[in-house]
């Protein structure tokens, strides 16, 4: 007899995508983990990266600029160049940030006064009644 070539003796290979969605790169494919991974490791790999190419800002900063970065990608479909787009967003955003950082005035410490800097006292008036101000206070009133 004769093999019919119908639908019982069709076979699949094991990793064939099984719809349109994993065959495209989504999320839904059998590889999709992988994919998670390694997007992760990417995105560790360019965090590395920036802290290195802009040691002027905080690690901790640096990281939650990936991470902020990598979230507004978060519903993409379709993951294959979401670390690179990541890295485009944090790049510009730290350097926008170096740039800002690099232009404001160095704050003058709360601790003590600059020597330079002539410390602002206030005048009190003495009021009279209704009628407002009066002439500058001279001393403690009894």
């Not at 965090?47 to 802009?54: G, M, Y």
């Not at 232009?103 to 009190?124: C, L, N």
């Amino acid at each position: 007899m004769a093999d019919d070539p119908g639908p019982s003796n069709a076979r699949k290979a094991p990793d064939a995508p099984t719809d349109a969605h994993s065959a495209a790169g989504h999320e839904d494919g059998p590889g999709a983990r992988d994919g998670r991974q390694d997007e992760k490791a990417a995105l560790l790999h360019l965090a590395t990266r920036l802290k290195d190419a802009h040691p002027s800002i905080e690690a901790s900063v640096v990281d939650h600029t990936v991470a902020t970065a990598h979230d507004a990608f978060r519903q993409a479909r379709i993951r294959t160049y979401v670390p690179i787009l990541v890295e485009r967003r944090a790049r510009k955003l730290l350097e926008a940030l170096e740039r800002e950082h690099a232009t404001a005035p160095t704050p003058t410490p709360m601790s003590a006064p600059a020597p330079d800097i002539v410390p602002v006292t206030a005048t009190a008036f003495r009021v009279v009644g209704d009628q407002g101000p009066a002439a500058p206070a001279t001393g403690v009133e009894r």
